[in-house]
């Protein structure tokens, strides 16, 4: 698994060129972001992937309930970005 997260850019860049990352957002912002994230994953008891994939798969209810809090509030977040 690791071996293939290492080689996989290089396999990826034989077929079509690396895309040029971007970030618009300068480095205060990005600090905010990364600690909104930490005190988002210790208030939801997980990070978005651990409860969408391993706590749904467990059939975990407190998952389900983190899971669909997530997307709903993302989907809040994107329309009030975009409106």
Known sequence: FVIGLLLSPFV???FTPLPEIQIA???PVLIVAGLLVGFG???GSGCTSGHGVCGLSRLSLRSLVATLTFML????VVWLSRH
């Open 12 to 14: 990826y860049q034989v």
């Open 25 to 27: 957002a300068g480095l």
């Open 41 to 43: 994953t210790r208030l």
């Open 73 to 76: 509030v993302a989907m809040v």
